[in-house]
Every structure is written in structure tokens, then in C-alpha cells.
């Protein structure tokens, strides 16, 4: 290995200790419990696939090159060099990884394996050695902020294409735009995806609702921190934070997608306006009775997947119950408790990577497959795109003869006209 | 052989207490220097009071009881037969009247504490050969487990001896006048040498000293991180 890379390298491992992060190196004592935990692990118990196991290649790099240890004792602690080698280890260590942090629920530590795999993300980011199809993605998020007004009028024609469809959902008053856009001091930034199932049952629920909402030019997802770089996921986020101001809305609230929402919660600082997802949003509308929905028009045992980034990692997990129960009289869980249910499979930006990933995104979820089975449930609902989309995959692939949806279109399809 | 035996029961001990400590002081201070986190990493939901779980947390592990039990139970009763060994070595300096809250001799347990602390130690070990902890293991795991091993067999067997089977030489008093000496930096090692089996004691406190010097740079510093970390997850 080149030895400016090496020290490039270095430098992005040590811009990456934090108290927190120093204190997960040098806590693990490799009891293993964690094998308990990770659903790659439990589908394909191969000794590199457990957190610890993953750690310990950030781990070992940590004290051949910032402990004593390593320079006058290294095999102490097996510390590693790091060369050509170690790089491909880091790369499958990180990306065998969904960050869905079910880990640190079983650990006595708390180690979070995913911010330590976050120090292997951004060292493949530095050697040019990352999933080049994400950094493409999230280069193509952030030129969409920097020359957004290139593309504004073409986004507002192809909205105007998918308005039939919204008000086929929820017939809009005369005058009133089925999907705003830069509307001033809106209560609502909505923050989608790019597609037309996230804008259209979306749209309908908020005009059901008569909410004073705008559409962002902006998809939510970040590409950047699937890549685990710090600077592309801020420069994605700052998109939706600069609109937010720009409109000073009073909320901004993520469509389904649990990456987004935990970015946006958790990474964006004190400001003006609150985040919320659109699940917590449409539980608040049927407490408030801002919306009726109908009841058992979707038939047969309902099962919910919690989607790692907003259940275990952003706390909303009363709120999709809440609308399921408002929705079916045959719901049941896949646990007793949501925090224990399994990863899907699909986070860390495994679902983007698409084929290149399917073979192992399919095995490494076998318990996850397993879990929605037991449940005998005729439909699998969840609240994030990227589960969606491996809960599909893992659908045909494990014949679990589901009906897999999206909560959000779910309460879109039960809306009553009468309120 | 006595210049050995002074060596390991005065100068090591002294050398080995001053790198335990400025050690862990150097850790600690080295992790403070460093930039906070910006960002929340607590894990939901949310239970509160959230101090009260973090010590629920560090001091039950009711996370590894639901993952493993058996080995909850090895830790439980390994980390409680420590903090009983630490409350007997303390009153081996000396005897303060709130440990003596349940009246005993020294050592609490007669005996059955360094049993215990000792199965769990196999347990420990041999679970590092045969489970997924095999392959996690380097050789800091084996070293750590072997120097406790060897420090609590050969002080275990000083306290069976007496204990078990009323072996009368180096008794408690002789045991606290050497310990005493210490901290009043004038060592005086006549009272436990003089047995044919103060060489168990030496041994005891050669690989106790050697354990004590590696902790802050082992991951025994979990002793130290372990609420701060369970802190960070309960938010």
C-alpha cells in the first residue's frame, strides 16, 4: 500500500475517535454474546459475520496504529497492518453489516458496531475502494441541491401526472392543488422519495387532513450515509434543511425511509422546525381525528415490520401499532417486543447495491423470513422503502406468501370521506 | 530466593499500583481529550429513570441473561465473588466496622468465594476454546483469564489451608502487618516469609502484581467504561 494512502487513511481512522467511539475499541472483551443478536450471523453462523467479529477488523487497525500495544507487543492483540488486505477485510466487514444495531441491545457494553463500521466506510471512501454506485447516488442527491432550480419546473410538470391519481384517493376541494410545492410558512415539509408511491398516498392522507403542506423538490434518502461518508450525507441533508428554512415550515416530516428520518432527526442540530415521519404524522392525524379510516377492508392476519432506523434506532414504534389497530382487528406482532425483532436484511445501503447483493442480502435474512412466517400472517406491512423492497425480494425468494405493503398507502386506501 | 521474595512483595507491588493507577488516569484522560460524539446513540424505546437502568444494566446485564443465562449466571457470581475478594483484601489492611455489617472472619465465605471465583474462571477460559468466543479471542483474552487463574488458585489455596484445614502459620494480623507496612512505605515482609508455603503467597501476589499492571491497558478497562457506555445507550 501507497504510504500517502496509508497515511491518508490513518488520519480519516483518528478524525474519527471520539470519546465514544475510543471507549467502544477498547471495551469489547469478545465474550460473543453478540452472536445472538445479528441476523447475518444467525441465518449463516460463519465466525466473520459476527458484530464483534466485525469490530475487531476496525479494532485490531486501532491498536497496531494508536495503542502502545501495537508497537512493542501488536501480537498481543492480533493488531493488523494496514495494507491491500486489510482493506478488503474492512470492506467486507462494513458491508456485510446493515447498521440495524440489534447488536448493542444484547451487548453489556452498548457497543454500537455501526459507528464502528462507520470508521471502515469511511476509510474504503478515502482509498476509493466504497460501492461506487452509492458515491454515484449520493453525487447525483447533491448536484440536484446545488442546480435544483435546473430542474424544479420539469419536477412540478411530472407532479402534475401523478395529481388524477391523488385525488382519485382524496377528492380536493376546487382551487386547491392536490401537491403543493413552495408554499411559504407551510405547517409541513414532506420529504419523499422518487417515485409516485410515496408522493400520491401521501398526498392524500395530508389533503384528507386539510394540512397546510408542501411538497420538497428533494428525495429523502441519503446516499451518504449509506456510503458512510460525513460530508456527502451533511450536503444531502442540508438540502432539506435549507428548504425547510427557506419555507419556514414548522415541521418536516420523512416519508418512509428509516435512513432519512434518523439522519434528519438525530444529525441535523437544534433547528426551527421539528422532524417527524410520516408514521408518527398519520398516528397524530387519527388521534386528533383529522382522518377517519375504514376498518378490516384489508383482510386477513396482519403482521408490521419495524424498520431498524426508525424503531430500535428512532423510537417510532407505538405510533405504526397505533394506526394498525385502527386499520385491522387482525394484527399481530412478530415479538413481544419490537426492539427484538430482526434486521430484514437490507439496511447499509445493501438494498441499493441491488443484485450485486441480492445472493447474500437473501441468506443473511433467512431468520427474518423465518420470523414473518411464524406469524402465519397473510400480509406484511412496513414503513420504510428500503425493507419493502428486501421484504419483497425475501418474499419470493423464501415463499412466504405475504402480501408485503407500505403503511403509508395502507391508511391512503382506508381514508372515509366523512370526518 | 529473599532478595526474589522482596523483590515481588515490595518494589513490584509499589511499581505495579503506580502503573495501574497514572495508567488508568492516562486512559481515562486520553478519552475525555477526544471530541465528543455530536450525535444521539441511544436505542429505543425509551426507559426512564435512565439512570437507574443504566445501573441495571452494567450491574444485572439483564440483556445477557435473555441472550445467554448460563453464562449471566458465571458473570454474576464472578463479579460478586470479586467484589467480596476486594472487601477481604481491604480488611486485610484493615478491618472497617461497615464490612463487618455481617459479622465474619476474614475471608467473607470461609473459603467457598475463591471456589467460586475460580470455577467461573474455568468456565471462562474453556468457553474461549469451544464457542463462538474461539474465534473473536486473541491472546489478551487467554493472558487475562490465566494471570487471574493463577493469582486466585494460589490465593484461594492460602485461604483454604487455613480455613479448611486449620493451618495455623500467616494468619490475617500477619497478613495485615505486611500490607500495613506498605502503605506506610516501610515494607516489612518477615511476617509472611517465614512459612514453607509463603512461596504460594509470593506467587499470589507476582501474578496479581503482573494482572494489576496490565488492566489499564487491557480490556479490563471495561470496569471503568462500562457505565459511561451504558449511559450513551439508554441516552
Redesign the interface.
Known sequence: MDIELRKNLLEAFEGK????????L????????C???CHVFNSMPR?EY?P??RA?VVRRLYKKYF???GKILP????AKTLDDTALDDLNRAAYSCTGC?RC?????????TQ?IMSIAKLMLVVAHAEPEILSMLADVSISKGESIDLIKQGFIDGLKRLEDEVIEKWKIEAGQIPIPTEVKDADILYVALAGAHSIIPAAAVFNAAQENWTLSFFEAVNFGAFVGDPSKTKLIMDRIINEAKRLNVKEVCICECGTAFRVLK??S?KQSFKVSSITQVHARYIREKRIKVEKNIFKGTITYHDPCQM?????V?DEPRYILNHLTDNFTDMSKK??DNWCCGGGGGLVALGDDTHDFRMKSAKVKADQVKATHSSMLVTACENCHSQLSDLNKYYKMDVDVKFLTSMVADSLIKDV | MDTLNYIILVPMVYISFAVFASGIVY?VV???K????????K????KKPVWLHVLK?TFL?P??F???PV?WFF?IVFHLSVFFLIIGHIELVHVFSIFQIIEHEIFLGKGFVGLALLICLIYFLFRRFS???R???????Y?LLILLLLTVILGSELDWARTWFDFGEMTPGEYQTYLTSLLVLKPDISEVTYSGHSFMLVFHVFFANLFIMFFP?S?M??AI??I???K??RG
Open positions: 475517535l471520539t470519546k465514544t467511539i475510543s471507549m467502544y477498547e471495551t469489547c472483551s469478545r465474550c460473543g454474546i452472536t445472538t443478536s465466525p459476527s464483534a467479529a475487531e495503542k502502545l500495544q501480537s498481543l492483540g492480533e444495531r448493542m441491545t444484547h451487548c453489556p457494553f452498548g457497543i454500537d459507528q438525530q444529525m442540530g424503531a430500535r434506532n428512532g423510537g414504534m419490537p426492539e | 486512559k486520553s478519552i475525555l477526544k471530541p465528543a460524539l455530536p450525535i444521539p446513540l436505542i429505543f424505546p425509551e444494566d446485564m440483556m445477557v435473555k441472550a445467554k453464562m458473570l464457542s463462538e468466543a474465534n473473536l479471542s486473541v491472546p489478551e483474552d493472558l491497558f480490556k478497562m471495561h467504561f462500562t459511561p457506555l451504558n450513551i445507550r
